[in-house]
């Protein structure tokens, strides 16, 4: 399995970035994608997540009306589209499948994970 984050990088507040989440090898025909994030000194938090067979997404309170989760199955990539971003969303955000989407935000529910991407938000 490889998962490869992009479209990170140092954005004002109240900016905007659009992440990419392109993965492969993944043979399972139900499953759902996770984003991730992880500050220094703070552990892995999920921000989203998506079905990929029936669409049904998932988000964190914190993240809630600013971020958009969507997916290409044409593509096998998944995006993050984060709005009016906050200077407390800088993180390393990584992306992971998951077979199943009930626990979505707990990290031990994913198996494989990228490498990540930096996002960071100046005041």
């Known amino acids: 399995v490889q998962l490869v984050e992009s479209g990170g990088g140092l954005v004002q507040a109240g900016g905007s970035l659009r992440l990419s989440c392109a993965i492969s090898g993944f043979t399972f025909d139900h499953y759902a994608i996770g984003w991730f994030r992880q500050a220094p000194g703070k552990e892995r938090e999920g921000v989203s997540c998506i079905d990929v067979r029936d669409g049904t997404t998932y988000y964190a309170d914190s993240v809630k009306g600013r971020i958009t989760i969507s997916n290409d199955n044409t593509k096998n990539t998944t995006y993050l589209q984060m709005n009016n971003l906050k200077p407390e969303d800088t993180a390393v955000y990584y992306c992971?499948?998951?077979?199943?989407?009930?626990?979505?935000?707990?990290?031990?529910?994913?198996?494989?994970w990228g490498q990540g991407t930096q996002v960071t938000v100046s005041p």
């Open positions: 992971a499948p998951t077979v199943g989407s009930t626990w979505w935000y707990l990290p031990d529910e994913y198996g494989y």
